[in-house]
Structure formats: C-alpha cells, structure tokens
C-alpha cells in the first residue's frame, strides 16, 4: 500500500512538472501577429545583434531575450506646408512663396536584411515618432525640390518623385519605405522685392532643408562624421 502511494505521488509530481513547464513554454513562446515584424534582442546572434521575424513565433529564452514588435502596415500622411519657396532659380517672374499639400503612404519595409540593418532605430521609436520622422523628411525635401527647380508647377508630379525618391533614400537607414507622395500648391503669390536677390530665397531654403536633415539625424542618433557628403 505504502508502495502504491509512493507510485501515485511520484506520478503526480511528475506530471505537476510537465504541465508547469509547458504552462512556462506556453508563456514564453511569442507569435508574429498578421501585418507585424518581430525582433528579437539582449544576446549576440548568428546573423547579428538582432534577430527579425516576419512570420511564425519563436520561443524568447527567459532573462538572456528580449523582444519588440514592429507593425508594417502602411500609414498615411497628409499634411499643409506653408511659406515654401517656390522656383527661386528660375525667372523673376516665376518666383513664388506657396502653399502646399503634401499627402504620402509610408510604411515599415518587410524586407528581413533591411530591418536587420534598422532594428536599432525602429525598435526604440513609438509609431508616432516614425510618422514625424517620415512627415520631417518629405517637408524637407518638398522645400528643397521647388525652391531649386524652374517651374515646378508646371509638373508637380515629376516634382514629387523627385521628392519621394529623396525622401526614400534617407529613411533607408530606419527601414522606412515611401510608397507614394502626392503634392498640390494651394496657394501661390509672387515674391515681395525679387531684384533685391534671388539667390538669399535659394540660400535660405537649402540652409532649413539641412537644419531639418540634422534634426532628423540627431532623432536617429547619427553624429555629424556619418552625414552622407
């Protein structure tokens, strides 16, 4: 009897044991929810400081892991910029200050090197933070684009690819992927006094677009020596 007693309870103890490891297996295994990317940090791993999921679950070694979700859905952005220079380098008949409409869709890139190379920066920055960064950098280049191209009312959609393609390139560095922008002037006057200089309206519109571009790499937390020439 005793014997029996000492079976039963051993047996109980044992699958106590099982249910609890499972219970603490069930917790610690994380899936990758539709429409989100995980990255998985705290310990050195084969392919980097980071590990990135766009699919399944993995299970998160207590204390040594960490982990981050990331959504990838697109975002919209649509936003008025006002007092932009427009065609400063073009005829003096052309100069105008503009108001302008900016609405864009951007998202996270999916692509597993890229946010390999970015998770740093992603994994640290709240989905609001991104959008600012994105909204920061299309306005940038927006003020940069017609302050220095003739006539750019004349085709605004070429403006904004050269806009988005700009924008694309510095958002590489945060795996953040400009899918469309789209522009429209709301408003347009001509410049007050253009015989007194054309070229301060051009220095002063470059001299806000790399103030915002610093602004952007502080955000990023790039020093000054890692600035593209």
């Known amino acids: 009897m005793a014997d029996e007693l000492v079976i039963v309870t051993v047996g109980v103890l044992i699958a106590l044991a099982f ?4 219970g603490a297996y069930s917790a610690r295994y994380k899936r990758v929810p539709p ?11 084969a392919s980097g400081n980071y590990m990135v999921l766009t699919g399944g679950g993995r299970f998160i070694q207590p204390i040594i892991e960490s982990y981050a979700l990331i959504s990838l859905e697109p975002f919209a952005i649509d936003m ?7 065609s400063v ?47 920061a950098t299309l306005e940038g280049h927006a003020r940069g684009v017609l302050a220095t191209e003739p006539s750019p009312q004349r085709d605004m959609e070429r403006v904004a690819r050269i806009v988005q393609s700009r924008a694309v390139e510095d958002l590489a560095i945060m ?8 522009l429209k002037i709301r408003d347009s006057t001509r410049f007050p006094g253009r015989d007194s200089g054309p070229a301060e309206n051009v220095n002063w519109e470059l001299h806000q677009l790399d103030v915002r571009v ?11 020596s890692g600035r593209r020439p």
């Open 80 to 86: 008025l910029i006002e007092d932009v220079a427009g």
């Open 19 to 22: 249910v609890g490891l499972l």
């Open 89 to 135: 380098v073009g005829p003096e008949d052309q100069g105008r200050r503009l108001q302008l409409s900016l609405t864009a869709v951007a998202k996270i890139s999916d692509d597993v090197n890229l946010l390999k190379a970015s998770a740093g920066q992603l994994i640290h920055k709240t989905p609001e933070e991104i959008r600012k960064i994105a909204e």
């Open 35 to 45: 429409g989100h990317a995980m990255v998985v940090y705290g310990r050195r791993f």
């Open 214 to 224: 610093r602004r952007i790499e502080e955000k990023l937390g790039l020093s000054a």
């Open 175 to 182: 795996g953040i992927e400009i899918r469309s922008v789209f």
